[in-house]
């Protein structure tokens, strides 16, 4: 079945300090996949996705993600951070094929400690 | 930097009303989808919609659900009965694939649907 795994359902990190967030997925075929930030009553922004070429992909805000298809994994991470990231994020996974569904992990709501 | 935009950002509507919730795709998208979130869980896809007709739809999206585009530029999802369970953030998206290469899946910011 397909599935995306976010292992870690709240992370608290110091500011300053570097960020990873998990996630595992299962998926049939070769996946698109994408990291979306959520701050309380607000919409999905995209931080970054992958669809091919190089694994490791940069986004926005100094995040980054690397797609591992060994470990069926595309973690989060970001070396410094602010208190301004504190938000939910989620990770997604998609087909290559157009139109079909995202499927959503559960997310990790990131706190930031001063 | 095209937006995907939605309407109303909030609507509260009593049981068994019917609700229009519309959604403005970035122009030159061609396929639209629409994702329900209910408070504290996880994003949950409903439909997808590509050439004027359904293309994938999960199993929330049963016979209460519809999804028209009706003017070339809205895509609305209408619930014909509302209940209790359908308060939830729904978000519309939109998304080109073009010769293999994807150029966007790009999320609305909500409508939160609040069911009394």
Redesign the interface.
């Known amino acids: 079945a397909q599935s995306v795994t976010q292992p870690d359902i709240h992370i608290t990190v110091s500011e300053g300090a570097s960020l990873e967030l998990r996630c595992n997925y299962s998926y049939g075929a070769t996946p698109?996949l994408?990291w979306?930030v959520q701050s309380p009553?607000?919409?999905?922004?995209?931080l970054l996705?992958y669809?091919s070429g190089d694994t490791l992909v940069q986004g926005i805000k100094g995040f980054e993600a690397e797609f591992k298809r060994s470990q069926s994994s595309f973690n989060l991470r970001k070396p410094s951070v602010h208190w301004s990231d504190a938000a939910e994020y989620?990770c997604?996974v998609?087909a290559r094929q157009?139109?079909?569904?995202?499927?959503?992990?559960?997310?990790t709501t990131l706190s930031v400690s001063s | 930097e095209p937006e995907v935009t939605q309407t109303p950002s909030h609507q509260v509507t009593q049981m068994g009303q019917e609700v229009i919730l519309r959604c403005v795709p970035i122009s030159n998208h061609l396929y639209f989808y629409w994702y329900r979130q209910i408070l504290g869980q996880k994003v949950e896809f409903l439909v997808s919609f590509y050439n004027n007709e359904i293309s994938e739809k999960s199993e929330i999206f049963d016979d209460q659900f519809s999804v028209e585009r009706p003017d070339g530029s809205n895509f609305t999802l209408k619930i014909r009965s509302t209940k209790l369970e359908d308060s939830a953030m729904y978000f519309c998206a939109s998304g080109l694939r073009f010769r293999g290469r994807d150029y966007g899946y790009t999320f609305g910011s909500g409508t939160r649907l609040t069911v009394v």
Do not use: D, R, S, W
């Open positions: 698109y994408f979306y009553g607000q919409g999905l922004q995209l996705k669809f989620f997604a998609g157009a139109g079909t569904a995202l499927i959503f992990g559960k997310g």
